[in-house]
């Protein structure tokens, strides 16, 4: 299967926290940011449809997690084509000698033709160092869903439209990787911090695509070193013709 690629949008998002060796950053310090977005994309010569995401997280430390979750579904309608893709990053680390660093990348694209597109970011970073170490958590999400209509039906028209729906949450209303503010003042409960036991790497990847020419490809790879890093990279892709 092979489709043109006439235009694009792309939407990227990343974030680190702690830095290994520099004792200058702060104490304790929580920062978020969300961004959503609308629009439609042109395409002139009438090519397919797809998502595409890259991610990776990685954590420096005694105690460390680094965490993908993906998806990315495409789908050839009888009168809509769909496509729609989220990606959630995490890093966290944890070390007794202040060396922790968490470090979370994502970016999200969408190709082809759509006659309208919207989506969101979200980033947070958070650190703590106090008398018993350091602890840093960087987590970035992303989503995008895309529509493109046909009037007299496409090259999947003879079959029914896939019973999906897409996710229609923004990215800010998903939940930290930690508790949310407890006294009220905008700030989580420095009192508590997320809690990791050992070096772990994981990911969480689910790829579709519905329709007679279509594409769906998953590239992702996890590596650990015992009380040293974790690190997890993936790269997803979604497509029809």
Avoid: K, W
Avoid at 42 to 58: E, F, I, P, R, W
Avoid at 176 to 198: A, R, T
């Amino acid at each position: 299967m092979s489709a043109t690629r006439t235009s694009s949008v792309s939407i990227g998002v990343s974030t680190s926290t702690g830095d290994a060796g520099d004792e200058t950053y702060s104490e304790a310090s929580y920062v978020s940011e969300t961004t959503v977005f609308v629009g439609d994309l042109l395409n002139v010569d009438g090519g397919g449809l797809g998502v595409g995401v890259q991610a990776d997280a990685t954590a420096v430390g005694t105690d460390t997690l680094a965490q993908l979750e993906v998806t990315a579904t495409v789908s050839d309608g009888t009168y809509v084509d769909s496509a729609s893709a989220s990606v959630r990053a995490v890093a966290a680390a944890q070390s007794p000698d202040d060396l922790a660093y968490a470090a979370a990348a994502a970016l999200v694209e969408v190709y082809g033709g759509a006659d309208v597109y919207y989506g969101g970011t979200r980033s947070i970073t958070y650190t703590v160092q106090d008398e018993t170490g350091s602890t840093t958590v960087s987590e970035v999400s992303a989503s995008v869903h895309a529509l493109q209509f046909s009037a007299g039906g496409g090259a999947g028209s003879q079959q029914p439209v896939p019973e999906y729906v897409p996710e229609t949450q923004p990215p800010q209303e998903e939940p930290p990787p930690y508790p949310g503010p407890e006294c009220g003042c905008g700030e989580p409960d420095l009192g508590y911090v997320i809690e990791i036991d050992g070096n772990l790497a994981a990911f969480d990847i689910e790829a579709n695509a519905f329709g007679p020419n279509t594409l769906a490809d998953v590239s992702a790879d996890a590596f650990v070193v015992e009380d040293q890093i974790s690190t997890v990279t993936a790269v997803v892709v979604a497509a029809i013709a």
